[in-house]
C-alpha cells in the first residue's frame, strides 16, 4: 500500500465523523446544553459550598465558572469518546464496520484513523464551548486558546480510546447505555473536574487516592494547566501512558485473532 492510500483512508473516515456530526444537529447541541448547564446552573451551588474564588495549582484566584471550564471541557471530550464507540457498536451491526475492516489497510490504523476522527469531533465541540463560555464573560487567558490545541489532541485521543475498547467488548447495541452511565458518571466525579483534589481530601482520603489514579483527573490537569499556557508533566505523562494502554487493548479487542479464538471458544461450549 502507498502512502497515498493511507492517507485517502484517513481523510475519508476524518471527514465521514466530521459531516455525520454536523448533520445530526440534535447530538451537536446536546454535546453543547450539557456542559453549558452545569456551567451555568450547577455552578451556582458549588461556588455558595466553596466560596467565591478558590486556589488551583497554578496559584491565582479564580472564580468557580472559570475553575470548572477544563473540567467541562473534559466532560464534552468524555461523552464524545462514548459516543463514538456507540457508534462503532451501531456501524459493526448494521454491516459498514466489517466493510471498513476487511480493506488491505492494517487494522490498527483503521482504529487509529477512527479514534484520530473521533478526537477532532470533540476539539470542534470544546473549542465552540468555550467560544459561548467568552460570549457570556467567561473568559482565559489568550495564549490559552492556542495552547490547549496539543492538550485537548491528547486528552481527546485518551477519552476516545477508552471508548475504542468498550465498543471492542459489546457487541449488542442495547447494552451499551448502561456500560456508558456506569463508565461516564464515575469517572467524571471522581475527579478534579468539579473541585480541587484538596478539597476532596478534606472529605475522604480513599476518594482522594481513587480520584489521583483517575486517568480522567489527569486529562482535566493537563487541559486546566495548558488553559494558562502552562505544562502538567505528570498529568502529561499519565495521560501518554493511558493512551498507549488503552489503544493498545483496544486494537487486540479488534484483532482477527481475538474474534476467532471467541467463535472456537463459543462452538466448543455448544
Given at each position: 500500500m502507498t502512502i497515498d492510500a493511507y492517507l485517502l483512508c484517513l481523510k475519508g473516515i476524518l471527514v465521514r465523523e466530521v459531516l455525520r456530526f454536523l448533520k445530526q444537529r440534535e447530538r451537536f447541541l446536546?454535546?453543547?446544553?450539557?456542559?453549558?448547564?452545569?456551567?451555568?446552573?450547577?455552578?451556582?451551588?458549588?461556588?455558595?459550598?466553596?466560596g467565591v474564588s478558590i486556589i488551583p495549582p497554578y496559584e491565582?484566584?479564580?472564580?468557580?465558572?472559570?475553575?470548572?471550564?477544563p473540567g467541562l471541557i473534559g466532560m464534552i471530550q468524555l461523552f464524545n469518546g462514548m459516543q463514538s464507540s456507540l457508534s462503532m457498536v451501531y456501524?459493526?451491526?448494521?454491516?459498514?464496520?466489517?466493510?471498513?475492516?476487511?480493506?488491505?489497510?492494517?487494522?490498527?490504523?483503521?482504529?487509529?484513523?477512527?479514534?484520530l476522527a473521533g478526537a477532532a469531533v470533540s476539539i470542534l465541540q470544546a473549542y465552540t464551548f468555550l467560544v459561548i463560555a467568552a460570549l457570556f464573560g467567561i473568559t482565559l487567558p489568550a495564549i490559552g486558546y492556542v495552547a490547549v490545541l496539543p492538550a485537548l489532541v491528547l486528552s481527546?485521543?485518551?477519552?476516545?480510546?477508552?471508548?475504542?475498547l468498550l465498543s471492542s467488548t459489546i457487541r449488542?447495541?442495547?447494552?451499551?447505555?448502561?456500560?456508558?452511565?456506569?463508565?461516564?458518571?464515575?469517572?467524571?466525579?471522581?475527579s478534579s473536574a468539579l473541585y480541587p483534589l484538596w478539597k476532596m481530601q478534606e472529605s475522604s482520603?480513599?476518594?482522594?487516592?481513587?480520584?489521583?489514579?483517575?486517568p480522567f483527573t489527569h486529562a482535566v490537569e493537563l487541559i486546566r494547566f495548558a488553559l494558562y499556557g502552562r505544562v502538567a508533566p505528570v498529568a502529561l505523562g499519565i495521560t501518554l501512558l493511558s493512551l498507549a494502554l488503552f489503544l493498545a487493548l483496544a486494537i487486540y479487542g479488534y484483532s482477527p485473532a481475538k474474534a476467532m479464538m471467541q467463535r472456537r471458544a463459543g462452538t466448543g461450549g455448544g
Open positions: 446536546a454535546a453543547l446544553v450539557r456542559p453549558l448547564v452545569w456551567l451555568f446552573v450547577f455552578a451556582a451551588g458549588f461556588r455558595a459550598a466553596l491565582t484566584y479564580i472564580t468557580y465558572e472559570v475553575y470548572i471550564v456501524d459493526r451491526e448494521m454491516g459498514s464496520m466489517r466493510i471498513l475492516m476487511v480493506t488491505p489497510l492494517p487494522r490498527w490504523y483503521l482504529l487509529t484513523c477512527k479514534l481527546g485521543l485518551m477519552l476516545g480510546a477508552v471508548g475504542l449488542q447495541l442495547e447494552n451499551f447505555a448502561g456500560i456508558m452511565n456506569f463508565v461516564i458518571f464515575p469517572t467524571f466525579f471522581l482520603v480513599v476518594l482522594h487516592r481513587i480520584c489521583q489514579f483517575n
